[in-house]
Every structure is written in structure tokens, then in C-alpha cells.
């Protein structure tokens, strides 16, 4: 029993010193990268790089990423499920990426994904045409979504409220293409309300936009979803993903009565 116990404290002090090197380390690395001159000009290379990547590199660079949510074991893969069975009608799902939540869909009508990424569409096709073939998967921007008012019964944003580029943009659309009495429903990692983790989300953020295709560990999502006019039903906090990411919702939100009419022709493409 002893030896149990020391044995216990051993793994978690070990862990525990796993965190706090790893921390300090990244700590170190958003440092250099944000204050020093060399370091700005290579967060400026690794942009225009992956501005510019050729289809075999973008092969590459989802393939990687996939390989990689597999060795982690996509912690949120339990939450995906919940989020997904509810979605019901006309379905849209916003920032798809590689698309892992196609698997999960089951009794909707149209399903569509959109994804501006061009990295994640060969992973993404291949699961569309897997297990699930009537799918569509189109290229577009979630603050330009190019379909007309009213199409869809469920949005589902899935982890992509903290990637898109401006997320009140991004809500607005959303509202706009959802039909009266349709539903926004989200799992997104937010803004620590703990100063000391919030501070440490805030630094990484900028190193951490080039590694994870754009996401920000720093939003206040569920006050966006908010002030965008949502009235949030269901809003259930979670303990999966990456403990720098946390915390986690899961929820499920009405658009406002009166959204914002589309002004603009969007356009699109198959991914």
C-alpha cells in the first residue's frame, strides 16, 4: 500500500514538473517570438509561407495535423458527439477543418460543411466519402457564408468560433442563414476567468495562431455569441481539451428574431 502511494505521488509530481517545464519553454518561445525582431520576422515568414503552400504541402500539413489529434486522442471527441446528435434539418457546420464531426451525423437533411482552409480538404473529403456521401463540403469564410437567408435549421460550430476572423462578423452570418426557430449549436474553448491562466493564454496566443491554423486561446466566445444577439438555452461547461485551452462549453443558442438581412453576393467553390 506504501509503495502504491509513493508510487502515486511520484507520477503526479512528475507530471506536475512536466507542466511547468513545458510551460516555461513555450513561455520562452512566445517571449522571443513576440518581442524579438528576429522572431517577428519569422512569425511573418511562417504567414506568408502558409499563404502560399502548394496542394502537395497542404496534403502534408492536414495530414500532419490529423495524425497528430489522433496521437492526442481528440479529447473532445465525447463533447463532438453531444453537440452533433442534436442538430437536426438543414444542417450547416461552420470551420470544419478536417471535418471529424461528418462521422456523427445521422437523421439531418442537407448537410453541408464549410472551410476556407484548403490544408484540411483532403482529409476532409476523404471522411465525407467515407461515411457520409451526400455531404457537401464547400470552400468559404464563415463571416462570408455564401448561401441565402433562411437556408438552414442547425448552424454547429465546433471548436471554430476561436479560428475565424472576426467573430461578430462571423455570428451575424450565422444568424442570418438560420431559419426562424433554428439553432446555433457550439463547443468552444474560452478565455480563462483565473488572471494567472488568462495572462499565459494572452501570451501564447500569437505563437500559438501559427501552429493551430488560426486559433485564439484568449476569446470571450460565449459573451460574443451573446452580444451578437443569441440567446444562449443550454450552456454546459466541460473539462476535455488541452488544460492551457480550458475552460470549455458546450451549449446551444436561438438567433435573434430580426437578423441582419445578407447585403453582399458571396462566393464559393467546392473544396
Do not use: K
Not at 442538430?87 to 461552420?94: H, K, M, Q
Not at 494567472?196 to 495562431?209: D, E, I, K, M, Y
Not at 428574431?257 to 467553390?269: D, I, Q, Y
Amino acid at each position: 500500500m506504501l509503495q502504491r502511494r509513493n508510487r502515486s505521488r511520484g507520477l503526479r509530481r512528475g507530471r506536475l514538473t512536466s507542466m511547468v517545464a513545458g510551460a516555461s519553454f513555450v513561455l520562452g518561445a512566445v517571449g522571443w517570438l513576440a518581442v524579438n525582431e528576429q522572431g517577428r520576422r519569422m512569425r511573418v515568414a511562417l504567414r506568408a509561407s502558409m499563404q502560399h503552400m502548394t496542394p502537395p504541402a497542404r496534403q502534408w500539413l492536414g495530414r500532419s495535423w490529423e495524425w497528430w489529434m489522433r496521437g492526442w486522442r481528440d479529447p473532445w471527441r465525447g463533447v463532438r458527439a453531444q453537440v452533433t446528435a442534436a442538430a437536426t434539418g438543414d444542417v450547416l457546420e461552420v470551420g470544419v477543418g478536417t471535418w471529424p464531426n461528418v462521422r456523427r451525423y445521422r437523421n439531418q437533411g442537407r448537410l453541408i460543411g464549410v472551410e476556407d482552409q484548403r490544408s484540411s480538404a483532403f482529409i476532409a473529403r476523404q471522411r465525407v466519402q467515407r461515411y457520409h456521401p451526400t455531404a457537401r463540403l464547400v470552400r468559404a469564410s464563415a463571416n462570408a457564408l455564401p448561401f441565402p437567408d433562411a437556408s438552414f435549421d442547425t448552424v454547429v460550430a465546433c471548436l471554430a468560433l476561436c479560428t475565424v476572423r472576426d467573430q461578430a462578423e462571423a455570428l451575424r452570418e450565422i444568424a442570418r442563414v438560420l431559419r426562424p426557430g433554428g439553432t446555433l449549436r457550439f463547443l468552444e474553448h474560452v478565455r480563462s476567468s483565473h488572471p494567472p491562466l488568462a495572462w499565459l493564454q494572452r501570451g501564447l496566443t500569437p505563437f500559438w495562431r501559427i501552429l493551430a491554423d488560426g486559433c485564439h486561446m484568449d476569446r470571450d466566445t460565449i459573451r460574443a455569441i451573446g452580444d451578437a444577439g443569441f440567446t444562449i438555452t443550454e450552456l454546459e461547461p466541460s473539462r476535455t481539451g488541452w488544460w492551457l485551452t480550458r475552460p470549455t462549453y458546450c451549449g446551444t443558442a436561438q438567433p435573434p428574431l430580426s437578423p441582419s438581412p445578407s447585403t453582399l453576393h458571396h462566393t464559393s467553390e467546392a473544396l
